[in-house]
């Protein structure tokens, strides 16, 4: 029987998932309260419009290089569920003198279980995050692996919105993703690989209000000069 089944049908009308070495039997089993922080974080997000188009927002720079869809599940979806960003530093023992390997960096990771967003990275991120779950696999400091990705589809959308060229072919979609899993990137580790498809896209410059409810960036109020509140 597939494992599939453990995925909610609503879930599935909005991403794919493809899975590799059972990865969806085994978060499903052995880590119930990260499978539900993922389903979760999935089902409370969407792909908007102001996402893709280039920003007016006189505070988008604040972002750096990262996307708010990055931001956006990273932040204010995973991280905050308990999620948190994970450094780890192996070394190989010959003789019994150490020599350190290069410390593994993942941006996402709770219980044993290591998560990346890659929306429009170069594919060589790919070849870093597989290759990171499948060391810490085998190191025995992860069981399974999980990125979340944009499906080949979404071309459509960003080429009606002039921005196909900014989503171009060297970039992170999930054809690309499943060829390296075939391919036997991963190693033993089970992967999953879950892709956004264009039924996720709101058109939330045209009408605002279909943003509320979702995973939305929140800055801070600006406060006045010295702290001082403005008079009633």
């Avoid at 997000?45 to 604040?62: G, H, N, Q, V, W």
């Avoid at 072919?169 to 033993?188: E, M, V």
């Avoid at 996720?200 to 209000?209: F, G, I, N, R, S």
Wanted: glycine share 8%; aromatic share 10%; with cysteine.
């Amino acid at each position: 029987m597939s494992n599939m089944r453990f995925v909610p049908e609503d879930l599935r009308d909005l991403y794919e998932f493809h899975e590799w070495r059972n990865a969806i039997a085994v978060l499903s089993a052995a880590y119930p309260e990260e499978w539900g922080d993922l389903l979760h974080v999935l089902r409370n997000f969407r792909l908007f419009r102001s996402d893709i188009e280039k920003s007016t927002d006189p505070d988008a720079e604040k972002f750096g290089d990262r996307s708010k869809v990055v931001l956006r599940m990273d932040d204010y979806g995973f991280q905050a569920r308990g999620w948190k960003p994970r450094e780890f530093a192996t070394s190989i023992v010959v003789d019994g003198v150490a020599k350190e390997s290069p410390t593994h960096e993942v941006d996402c990771f709770k219980g044993k279980v290591a998560l990346e967003v890659e929306w429009n990275a170069r594919t060589e991120f790919y070849d870093r995050d597989l290759n990171n779950f499948r060391r810490l696999f085998e190191l025995e400091a992860v069981d399974v692996g999980v990125i979340v990705t944009r499906c080949d589809e979404l071309q459509t959308i960003f080429k009606s919105l002039g921005r196909g060229t900014s989503y171009g072919a060297s970039t992170t979609i999930l054809s690309k993703l499943q060829r390296r899993l075939d391919g036997g990137a991963g190693g033993g580790c089970p992967v999953l690989a879950i892709g956004i498809k264009p039924s996720l896209y709101a058109d939330d410059v045209a009408t605002p209000a279909l943003s509320e409810g979702f995973l939305t960036i929140t800055r801070p109020k600006k406060s006045r000069p010295g702290g001082r509140k403005k008079p009633a």
